[in-house]
């Protein structure tokens, strides 16, 4: 069971928003990072979101994060079918001393 | 552009060592700010990472798996490695490497090779 909770899925109609909470505590989200990787299925994960809120070259605007104590956040807006995919959250644990992920949130497009 | 791609056995016996190399193109592993690392995925479920390493040579463990890995760098070949003894049908998974940017997020990954577990 991971130190970071994630929704198991969440759902909406093309066009519209979502957004995926990661929850964690002081030890991890409280005082590092938080970063969200997306994989779509039968591939690699990719980076979305690093340093809570920033996006790697050639993600599009429509992917965002933000952070506020000890929880991430991911909002994607103007959803497509090819959202659909699991998304982690990850970050350090300064506890465990391990970098650790979410268990994943799968996003379904109505 | 870089890229990552991992190789090695796709069947290991149960009780033997893993071994899996990732070559690193298109940048220098020496590259300073990077770590290089190992993240595994059983199939169907979440992401687990396995450590990190410095071109260096200074490497970091997820404490779960610290007693059984060890990973490795070898600069002149631009690549850096991964060994898990003593496997079980646990060690069962798609494993990925990955750049460990200030080792706080994986800014590009392997496309990942998965390896079983069975006799």
């Known amino acids: 069971q991971s130190v970071l909770t994630q929704p198991p899925s969440v759902s909406a109609a093309p066009g519209q928003r979502v957004t995926i909470s990661c929850s964690g505590s002081?030890?991890?989200?409280?005082?590092?990072?938080v970063s969200w990787y997306q994989q779509l299925p039968g591939t690699a994960p990719e980076l979305l979101i690093y340093?809570?809120?920033k996006r790697p070259s050639g993600i599009p605007d429509r992917f965002s994060g933000s952070k506020s104590g000890t929880s991430g956040t991911l909002g994607i807006t103007g959803l497509q079918t090819g959202d659909e995919a699991d998304y982690y959250c990850?970050?350090?644990?300064?506890?465990?001393?391990?970098?650790?992920f979410g268990a994943g949130t799968k996003v379904t497009v109505l | 552009q870089l890229q990552l791609q991992e190789s090695g056995p796709g069947l290991v016996r149960p009780s033997e060592t893993l071994s899996l190399t990732c070559t690193v193109s298109?940048?220098?592993?020496?590259?300073?700010?990077?770590?290089w690392g190992w993240v595994r995925q059983p199939p169907g479920t979440g992401l687990e990472w396995i450590g990190s390493?410095?071109?260096?040579?200074?490497?970091f463990y997820n404490p779960s798996l610290k007693s059984r890995v060890t990973i490795s760098v070898d600069t002149s070949k631009n690549q850096f490695s991964l060994k898990v003894r003593s496997v079980t049908a646990a060690d069962t998974t798609v494993y990925y490497c990955?750049?460990?940017?200030?080792?706080?997020?994986?800014?590009?990954w392997g496309q990942g090779t998965l390896v079983t577990v069975s006799s």
């Open positions: 002081s030890s991890n989200i409280g005082n590092n990072y």
């Open positions: 990850g970050t350090w644990d300064s506890s465990l001393s391990a970098y650790v």
């Open positions: 390493i410095f071109y260096s040579g200074s490497p």
């Open positions: 298109g940048d220098s592993i020496s590259t300073t700010s990077y770590y």
């Open positions: 340093e809570n809120n």
């Open positions: 990955a750049r460990h940017r200030n080792a706080g997020w994986f800014d590009t």
